[in-house]
């Protein structure tokens, strides 16, 4: 029997970044929702498997791995041809890879996380400071972008895949791509060209309606 | 052949340092090039050229110009390495050195950044909140290393050297290591065994340096 199983938050953009990866590779998941609004991933069983109970964690036939840019890459690694476009075996487009991966997480999603999720669980802004920190990030994204098709190097990687999971996630709120005309111009055409992006919009749509729900409930109170 | 390879550093930087340890374990010799980061010596021209996003550490490999320093680790280990024990080929093996390596960047280092850098900066550390998050991070790497002499696998990776480079920091703040038993049996290890210690320590004493010198300014002011 085999089983991969993605424990996930539908519309988070680590577990939108797993989708896509997996739909270009073409390897099936088993979602297993976990909410961590109210601390299902706390639940003992959960915390066996993953001793940080961080979302989202794969369980590909009993072996678990946990952080979105490890899962995206093992995947590539264990799934994909051989020397995949996504995810090339040539140590310097790797570097290159690697290195907008961790510019992700540590810069443009990190910035966009800390300024906006208060913004759509509260309502509140973050502060001056840290909406000035997003739009660093995004003009280091549109510098790398400059006659650029793609985040790193000539072809979609999976460093597009992830970075299009953060980038998207902006629909959610009020944020002016277009100040950033090479982020702008990536977007558009990444839209057309990664596999599963339809499923990523309408898991942003559904995220963004369940925080409609949840928000409105927070104003009665 | 290796030829020329400029690294922009500076000493006391936990990244750095990890980088610094990398080189020394696979006897790859960096010509180091010191910057100021407090007197903006990084945005200077031709910095910025090398690196649009004028971070440190960044490598310079005969031309080509890489940084994060968990992407360069990797990239040296994938090109200079004789074998593939620092940074292993199997997907599974290598998704969980990625995995540590996230956790070092978005989690462990995160932490300490939070509490820590406002304290380096102002004279105050973070909320008491801050400070459990670290005491929370450090509990997470105290379970992984349960029963093991390593932090990813059963012998020394990448992930091990990053991470030592970031609880030696810790050493420059006097944070209680003996709260985690596995850690601190690790650490105490890993001191021993990673290549390039000598040189970690002479850069957490310089950051050291630099604590005393700012605590001492604010009490005066």
Wanted: proline share 5%; aromatic share 12%; charged share 25%.
């Amino acid at each position: 029997i085999f089983t991969m199983d993605l424990y996930n938050m539908a519309g988070s953009p680590s577990t939108r970044a797993i989708i896509m990866t997996a739909k270009a590779l073409g390897v099936e998941l088993n979602s297993k929702n976990v909410n961590t609004f109210v601390g299902e991933q706390l639940k003992p069983e959960f915390v066996k498997i993953n001793p940080q109970h961080t979302i989202p964690t794969l369980v590909d036939n009993g072996f678990v791995v946990w952080e979105s840019r490890a899962i995206v890459v093992y995947l590539v690694e264990q799934y994909g041809k051989k020397d995949s476009p996504l995810y090339p075996e040539d140590p310097q487009k790797r570097a290159l890879i690697n290195q907008r991966l961790y510019f992700d997480m540590g810069t443009l999603y990190d910035s966009f996380a800390k300024y906006f999720f208060p913004l759509l669980r509260t309502g509140k802004p973050g502060s001056q400071e840290s909406l000035d920190k997003v739009n660093n990030a995004f003009g280091f994204l549109n510098t790398f972008l400059e006659g650029q098709d793609y985040v790193a190097g000539n072809e979609l990687t999976v460093a597009d895949i992830v970075i299009l999971a953060t980038v998207s996630t902006t629909e959610m709120v009020d944020f002016d791509l277009s100040k950033f005309p090479n982020v702008d111009r990536w977007y558009k055409n990444a839209q057309k060209v990664t596999p599963g992006w339809d499923e990523n919009m309408k898991r942003l749509e559904n995220a963004q309606q369940f925080l409609k729900d949840n928000m409105i409930e927070k104003l009665k109170v | 052949t290796i030829g020329n390879m400029d690294f922009y550093y500076s000493p006391g930087s936990s990244g750095c340092r990890t980088v610094l340890m990398t080189a020394k374990a696979l006897g790859v010799e960096l010509n180091k090039k010191y910057l100021n980061t407090r007197e903006g010596e990084q945005l200077k021209p031709e910095f910025v050229k090398l690196n649009p996003q004028h971070t440190i550490p960044t490598l310079v490999d005969n031309g080509f110009s890489i940084w994060e320093s968990r992407a360069i680790a990797i990239y040296l280990v994938e090109k200079y390495g004789k074998d593939d024990s620092l940074f292993p080929k199997d997907p599974k093996k290598q998704a969980v050195v990625n995995q540590r390596l996230q956790f070092d960047m978005g989690t462990l280092y995160d932490s300490f950044a939070n509490y820590y850098y406002p304290l380096f900066r102002t004279g105050q550390p973070g909320t008491p909140e801050d400070f459990k998050k670290i005491e929370t991070a450090v509990g997470f790497l105290n379970t992984f290393l349960e029963g093991q002499d390593y932090v990813a696998g059963d012998h020394l990776t990448v992930a091990d050297i990053a991470i030592l480079a970031t609880i030696s920091t810790f050493e420059a703040v006097d944070f209680d290591l003996s709260k985690y038993p596995n850690v601190d049996r690790w650490y105490k290890s890993a001191q021993k065994v990673t290549p390039g210690w000598d040189e970690n320590v002479e850069g957490v004493q310089r950051l050291k340096d630099m604590v005393n010198a700012k605590k001492a300014e604010h009490k005066k002011n």
